[in-house]
């Protein structure tokens, strides 16, 4: 069982930036791909970002660079930095973690966190 927090969020202008974090309690952590989704009012969650026990890094193609996963092992830690922000960026953010066969896929994530609100304003 792996217990999932994040924080993080708030409010930010446009262009602005922010650090998501994700803290991971349980056994195994560093055995699982942990992922970033987000879910905006009204839409279905959508896939950010995933990263491997091993470091190696995924990313939905409309990001542009913006944002970049990591992850502390020995922190038990994830995290989401996000740079030059977009008020489409304006979602609850979602930690996941899990073993996907498919990355971008929400059903192949065993954890989830209970998500923090990023609000991006123009």
């Known amino acids: 069982q792996v217990q999932l927090v994040e924080s993080g969020g708030g409010l930010v202008q446009a262009g602005g930036s922010l650090r998501l974090s994700c803290a991971a309690s349980?056994?195994?952590?560093?055995?699982?791909?942990m992922g970033w989704f987000r879910q905006a009012p009204g839409k279905g969650r959508e896939f950010v970002a995933a990263?491997?026990?091993?470091?190696?890094?995924y990313y939905t193609d409309s990001l542009n660079g913006r944002f970049a996963i990591s992850r502390d092992n020995a922190k038990n830690t994830v995290y989401l930095q996000m740079n030059s922000l977009k008020p489409e960026d304006t979602a609850v953010y979602y930690c996941a973690a899990g073993r996907p066969r498919r990355l971008t896929l929400p059903r192949e994530y065993d954890y989830w966190g209970q998500g923090t609100q990023v609000t991006v304003s123009s």
């Open positions: 990263i491997s026990w091993t470091g190696d890094t």
């Open positions: 349980g056994r195994h952590f560093t055995s699982y791909v």
